[in-house]
């Protein structure tokens, strides 16, 4: 029977630990579509980091558990003392369980397709040093920076980051790169998918056309309009569609940052690190190239989301 409390205390520390980044990861995989990804470009599918750091925990409190529950009953005294040390030791079990998923409240998010899949227009080792390395360490700082705090979707930090430290960079960071993987495809994917009416005409009604749209955008994504390092978008605001450049990584979503929040459906990377590997100081090549690589379904689906909710883009991670 105390064997049985302390197994039940150690599940139900960790359902209770786990269930805010539950409904989070609920969230962003209803409104996220993979249909548009044929199977062969997607990863074979696994066990996300975060479940399997979890299940390692269980597995080790189970085995603790046991060995206590044994050696208690091994021993002749089965009295209140032995019953209470069953109990707190299935207590700090739980605590121990409970403690990476607080601590780790945003995780980097697995992309949708391999590292290599949107050659030859970004290579892989480019992929794979963007989305493993800096994206990661975005994602441990604002970690780090929010540890012990009331968890917070991503998306929900980013409307008073400039007033929130760490946030701004970290938080924008991780934000900005999940949204940037979720809009790309493999070529012969992206060259499939299409603006949907509703985008097209917005596109028109505030660029003139995709192409005046496309130009603009390059020129809005050029060193000398966005110096150094920072990101370019196309975002839903008041008055249509604008073309905003942010730099560092600050976006359109922060209160401050431009003359009103306004909200991204399209957005690049224009970081050194996203292209220097394959481009080198070749910025403008880079931009004109990455069309190839947009997917229009998933950023009509953006316009879609933006249009009818009046706000952000949820993201995984």
Known sequence: RS?????????????????????????????????????????QPTIPTFTMTKLSLALSALAVGSASAFSMNM?????????????QKGAAIATAIAAPAAAN????????????????????????IHHDKHHATYVANINKATEGKEEVDILELQLNALEA?????????????AFFWDEMAPPDQAAKSKISPELEAAIEKSFGSVDE?????????????VFGSGWVWVC?????????????????LMK????????PILGLDVWEHAYYLKYQNRRPEYVSAWWNVVNWDKVSENFAYVSEKKAGVPVRG
């Open 3 to 43: 064997f049985a409390i302390l197994i039940l205390a150690s599940c139900w520390m960790l359902a209770s630990s786990s269930i805010n980044h539950a409904k989070h990861q609920a969230r962003t995989r209803n409104f996220i579509s993979l249909t548009t990804f044929d199977k062969s470009y997607r990863h």
């Open 213 to 225: 749209m496309k130009a603009k955008f390059e020129a809005q994504a050029a060193p000398g309009a």
């Open 75 to 87: 021993k002749a005294d089965t009295g209140a003392n032995s019953r209470r040390d069953i109990l």
């Open 165 to 177: 430290g760490p946030v701004r960079n970290s938080g924008g960071g991780h934000y900005n790169h």
């Open 256 to 263: 401050g940052v431009t003359d009103e929040v306004m909200f």
């Open 236 to 252: 839903v605001s008041s008055d249509g569609l604008k073309l905003v450049g942010t730099p560092n990584q600050d976006n359109p």
């Open 105 to 128: 409240a945003y995780a980097v998010p697995d992309l949708l397709y391999p590292f290599d899949a949107l050659e030859p227009f970004i290579d892989a080792p480019t992929m794979k």
